[in-house]
């Protein structure tokens, strides 16, 4: 019963397949083979982005720090969130790669609003020289939190950050459960609702380790591949990146196993309501689940074999009396509904 | 006839067999997973290191620049060669990875001496602190030109490295090779020769993408995973890298393809020997061959099929008259020996 | 009636005088001038700390990035409040100088409470790798708000700081005015109540410009010396920083300016006390009084030449109808007193 | 009898006078100050460039650092010589301001030629992102070996670098002494021979610590303004630095210091003519000789006063045996001739 994180979950299939397919011969190195040219087709055609630069890394880590350092000067300072992953969980990879730009926060937790960001943008770089100067705009869909960004809240920040001269980024770590939950279209969510530039997750979603990063406007594709390397993220067998990444787009798996990793959500979350004490932090509305339980509860599911984080605590304080803990519970595409059902029945004593 | 590099063969089979068997259920992310643990034992067994801190990355780049990064202090420079990939094939990710080191340059090309390198060292950081100050000693074995430290070289290497209290860092993109060649043990070629730290390259010698980096002394291994973090260099499904490493490991299976490459090479330096006007730079000592060809040859051979780089030379010049060009030809473990023979049936005429 | 800022102001004859005096015949460059030593000595006397290491710098933003990029690790957060001119006035230069560290925001305004602190601290770096780790507190004192850390407070907080094993910084652009408003010793507010290092603001004090930087313990001393010079800080005529901050140390200087700049602004709250509509921010404890006064009340000041600063507010919006408007009055040590009665007769309307 | 840099002498009276003069009341700070708009003035008829933005620091080093990482991405590389003062004496503050890009070194010692530029240039950047690619060109004038660069030297070279579409940066320590050494005016040298920014150095030539940066495009004069903030290289009290400017512009002073230097070193240069064994590397071209003596003559020298450093060797060596050591004697503008004769007479023995 395991929910601590869909990058415990191994890879689809199909992408395995593919994988293996590509272990066969010669083929150039460095980004140059085939199996990229029809990835970069493939992703201009879903995103409706005929002159979008594509680019394949293997975290979600240095895709999001690799566009960044790409779209922020070292002087400006990036917009997220105070839940961001680039805020919280990346090691100050952000500072390391923007040169030590800076990151303001935005909001109280995982999400945003286009008037919360106008607030907090505006008084920025009001000094002249001395402060840090306005940058980028980054938002993560699904969020840190599970949540989504409507195609009319990305919208709406995309107005915002380009009324400021700056680009919008979308991590999208978890970019086809947001797609898949929201029901619209990827160019919808992204190009069309004025995003500049986007990751497109797969590890998380059924591949083994392997992330797109597009800039709709190809202008700093040259310096996005000089980043890279630098970066030492080019890969130098890198049809082994690009073959993943194709059969992950290929007839829209990546949104297929993005709506099973959101229904098995949905089902667990029904599962839980029905749980004395379960209270959620919010609705979840892809595929992760934040709920607060007693600590008898969680107990009884450690015992069990029910794995998953504790939110802002650690594993030690269940051995504490004291009131309900907050956990979360994410599921992967490849969670048997039977896992979910008998950690609802535990769950329920 | 595909001579290009050693990173255009496929993976090995075992090598992917352990991918496709790793892709099963759950596994702890991040590192912490159980084929990491045997990979740790393996590395520390093989390089006789019970102490030595074992990582993983997925690039050779990753692995020298993450490594130096964590030797190096930003205001001291690495003691290099002028053929070092470090220097050349980097793009400045060392110069980043140690926030703002220098390189200075040992030697003529791809091998330094004990005695040029004391030459070298022995005047920096004479004026307190206006110049860079002496920094690790940084070599590759085999050399990007094809050739190997000998066990007394790298150690007469590490005692003036050790001299000026400095590490000595071994790029070990092709260790297996040097190993191989040399036919002595990988511990007589590192730790007991007084390397301080040593890459273990995988990508170009059987795996899909996965190298090493050892500290054989461990105070320095929790710095280098913050960065690893920090460069976004630590993978979430980890697995997939450890995986492919204990294949490797196992068995000797890294030191059978490193001697089928070389043996390949040797095959074809051979058969190189009868072609009219060859002049190798150097004898092929791993598996790689530095060849000087007519121009008339070359011609021969591209028009027949014969894949591999020209050396400090564009393809354009072979359309010029003109004098004999060098050239670089890389046999990985893959390569057929029939392969072999009919490039060197092309390149007689 | 210049209450823009203390760095409006000129240097006191008797640092002029040394500046002049230090200008005759030869003296050795970069930091080994015969001033220089006596300097160290005056600042291990006065601080109570016969080991420190002192280094003077010409800029209190170089004083702060040296002293904290000497004392933090790249991958690490310094903890500071969300006023703090390393957070709102230095431009990145934070992490540039630390190589890409964070800033993480402890309190509302411009001073912590230890125990503020200590909720921030603790649940930093709970989860590995992934988060920044822990790095030094940073207080300045004066707070950028003019107001005073007591003795008790800074040996809280320094409690605190090395409870996580992490040092404490103090910026001291305007030590002088804290030592002389709280009327303890140097070595009371700073060694003896734990500070770890400190900066001693000349510039805004009575000098043309030069900082002082104290190393409590000289472990770090070398480094700080590269830095210093890898940040193009190192002066080849250093004898002009070391003869302006001799001669402002000398026979308490300092501390006299600090203290007739404190008493101004004490006489320029007494006045404005009696201006219709005049709220403090809180009550000036140095030299700066943040005050709130009607629209009316600045736009008869600024018609009749008084200088200062809106805060949070552009001078545009005096044009506008609408209520009260926050500034800031900075008193330095050369304003005349007339130019303070002046000032708030002016205010009385 | 000082030789040992020209940063050891004092201010020249006029530039004192200015500093003192400008200690008056009240000015605006970072930068806005009165005196500033007139060194901007002055600079701009000086070097014929009406736009030109100027900016002044208090170090040759930030100068240099300044400009090249204004000029620089941090994937490039600058091509300097190997004696240039950002490769050998600036403790690798270049790669720490420009991000991470490298030196190239071009000639074997102070001077490059446009021939040798160019085929150190061409060759850089033929392979795609995997070097570093090429950046600006930097040289010095006068050379760190006290020669100097001709009007026409300098616009070959700018001509290869424009080539090449880079720009070409004069590091102008002591572009006064070159300027009077070649008799043109600085815009020939400058401006008309195709320099795209140049540092005008004051340190060494008669001010207390300033050095201007020039930028004859003004395209990234606001990224300098960033960089040099970011860099804590903006002085709050900046008047200072303007005063030091303004007054060693005025009327020429720097050019009649300059001059003066130069004649300096030229008598000296007669008088070592006379010296038994006396060998210059090259003929003094501006105020720095570096002359081979016998180390008989330097022990008597040393033992009489005589003050200058040995080039390459430790003053230890002078109590061994052996044959002539390399000096490097450098004249300031203050140098009394009665010294250079009462030098030479000892030298004679």
């Given at each position: 019963?395991?929910?601590?994180?869909?990058?415990?979950?191994?890879?689809?299939?199909?992408?395995?397949?593919?994988?293996?397919?590509a272990n066969s011969g010669y083929d150039v190195s460095y980004g140059a083979d085939a199996p990229m040219e029809r990835v970069t087709a493939l992703v201009r055609e879903i995103f409706g982005a005929p002159e979008a630069a594509v680019y394949l890394v293997a975290t979600g880590t240095a895709a999001n720090v690799l566009a960044l350092g790409t779209l922020t000067q070292p002087w400006q300072t990036v917009f997220c969130t105070p839940h961001a992953h680039i805020a919280v969980d990346e090691c100050n990879a952000p500072e390391f790669f923007t040169g030590g730009a800076k990151l303001t926060l935005v909001g109280e937790a995982d999400k945003m609003?286009?008037?919360?960001?106008?607030?907090?943008?505006?008084?920025?770089?009001?000094?002249?020289?001395?402060?840090?100067?306005?940058?980028?705009?980054?938002?993560?869909?699904?969020?840190?939190?599970?949540?989504?960004?409507?195609?009319?809240?990305?919208?709406?920040?995309?107005?915002?950050?380009?009324?400021?001269?700056?680009?919008?980024?979308?991590?999208?770590?978890?970019?086809?459960?947001?797609?898949?939950?929201?029901?619209?279209?990827?160019?919808?969510?992204?190009?069309?609702?004025?995003?500049?530039?986007?990751?497109?997750?797969?590890?998380?979603?059924?591949?083994?380790?392997?992330?797109?990063?597009?800039?709709?406007?190809?202008?700093?594709?040259?310096?996005?591949?000089?980043?890279?390397?630098?970066?030492?993220?080019?890969?130098?067998?890198?049809?082994?990146?690009?073959?993943?990444?194709?059969?992950?787009?290929?007839?829209?798996?990546?949104?297929?196993?993005?709506?099973?990793?959101?229904?098995?959500?949905?089902?667990?979350?029904?599962?839980?309501?029905?749980?004395?004490?379960?209270?959620?932090?919010?609705?979840?509305?892809?595929?992760?689940?934040?709920?607060?339980?007693?600590?008898?509860?969680?107990?009884?599911?450690?015992?069990?074999?029910?794995?998953?984080?504790?939110?802002?605590?650690?594993?030690?304080?269940?051995?504490?009396?004291?009131?309900?803990?907050?956990?979360?519970?994410?599921?992967?595409?490849?969670?048997?509904?039977?896992?979910?059902?008998?950690?609802?029945?535990?769950?329920?004593?």
């Amino acid at each position: 019963m395991q929910f601590r994180s869909d990058n415990y979950g191994p890879a689809h299939p199909k992408v395995m397949e593919a994988v293996v397919a590509a272990n066969s011969g010669y083929d150039v190195s460095y980004g140059a083979d085939a199996p990229m040219e029809r990835v970069t087709a493939l992703v201009r055609e879903i995103f409706g982005a005929p002159e979008a630069a594509v680019y394949l890394v293997a975290t979600g880590t240095a895709a999001n720090v690799l566009a960044l350092g790409t779209l922020t000067q070292p002087w400006q300072t990036v917009f997220c969130t105070p839940h961001a992953h680039i805020a919280v969980d990346e090691c100050n990879a952000p500072e390391f790669f923007t040169g030590g730009a800076k990151l303001t926060l935005v909001g109280e937790a995982d999400k945003m609003s286009a008037e919360g960001l106008r607030e907090v943008m505006a008084p920025v770089e009001n000094r002249g020289v001395h402060g840090a100067q306005r940058g980028p705009v980054s938002i993560t869909n699904t969020t840190e939190l599970g949540r989504c960004y409507s195609v009319d809240e990305v919208a709406a920040i995309a107005k915002v950050a380009h009324g400021f001269d700056q680009p919008l980024y979308m991590d999208g770590a978890r970019l086809g459960n947001a797609v898949a939950a929201l029901g619209c279209s990827p160019a919808d969510l992204t190009t069309r609702a004025g995003v500049d530039a986007v990751s497109i997750g797969g590890t998380k979603n059924g591949c083994l380790g392997v992330e797109a990063v597009v800039f709709f406007d190809p202008a700093k594709a040259w310096e996005f591949e000089l980043r890279r390397k630098r970066g030492a993220h080019l890969f130098s067998k890198h049809r082994f990146l690009a073959a993943q990444m194709e059969a992950y787009l290929l007839d829209g798996l990546w949104l297929e196993t993005a709506a099973e990793a959101n229904a098995r959500c949905a089902r667990l979350a029904e599962g839980l309501d029905t749980v004395p004490g379960a209270e959620f932090l919010h609705r979840p509305e892809a595929n992760a689940a934040f709920v607060s339980l007693p600590r008898e509860t969680h107990r009884r599911l450690r015992a069990g074999g029910g794995h998953y984080y504790l939110w802002d605590a650690d594993d030690a304080e269940l051995a504490q009396d004291g009131g309900p803990l907050l956990a979360r519970m994410v599921c992967d595409w490849s969670l048997p509904e039977s896992e979910i059902d008998r950690f609802v029945a535990l769950a329920r004593g």
